[in-house]
């Protein structure tokens, strides 16, 4: 089960400094950034607790503002015909050292579904901002939408070459296991 603590209050002054370390805010004025801190809200989870689940429609990027999270990615495999593996592949550990989000395929994909899993390893602080929240500030604000566009589909890019490398590293262990 997962405990969700929804904080009423809107991120501080110290939360908008925090903000601007946020590649997604990369370029944007206080001001600019402020239009977000309005309609993120902060949630608490603990540790263990499952943030997103994979195949779930998800409609919001999250921040990681405090604590550890750890993305995993459902490898489902057919044993038989009865018999099916799901055992989680591990992708990636991420600390709020690094101002990380994620979630943000899933404002862009037809399916809105949750393309991983994120699981809270320590007890963690996100920020959740909202599909509709989102546009709305990048529709009425083009220039602000425009900045933060860039930088999703920078980090997009820098995700998308990383997991292009590690497929052509495991089809290469894979052509060499089969060759010997």
Not at 64 to 91: F, P
């Amino acid at each position: 089960m997962v405990t969700k603590i929804v904080m009423k209050k809107r991120p501080n002054t110290s939360n908008l400094k925090k903000l601007q370390e946020y590649e997604i805010f990369s370029g944007l004025s206080e001001d600019q950034i402020d239009q977000f801190c309005k309609v993120i809200k902060p949630i608490q989870f603990n540790k263990d607790d499952i943030i997103l689940q994979e195949g779930n429609v998800g409609n919001s990027i999250l921040l990681l503002l405090e604590g550890k999270v750890e993305i995993t990615l459902a490898l489902t495999l057919q044993m038989n015909r009865s018999q099916m593996d799901n055992r989680e592949k591990s992708l990636i550990e991420l600390s709020s050292d690094n101002h990380p989000f994620f979630g943000e395929m899933s404002l862009f994909s037809d399916d809105d579904k949750r393309t991983a899993t994120v699981k809270a390893v320590s007890i963690c602080l996100i920020g959740r901002l909202d599909k509709k929240d989102f546009f709305k500030i990048c529709n009425t604000h083009p220039e602000i939408g425009y900045n933060v566009m860039q930088n999703i589909s920078r980090v997009l890019c820098k995700r998308l070459k990383q997991a292009n490398n590690n497929v052509l590293k495991l089809t290469t262990a894979f052509s060499l296991i089969i060759e010997s």
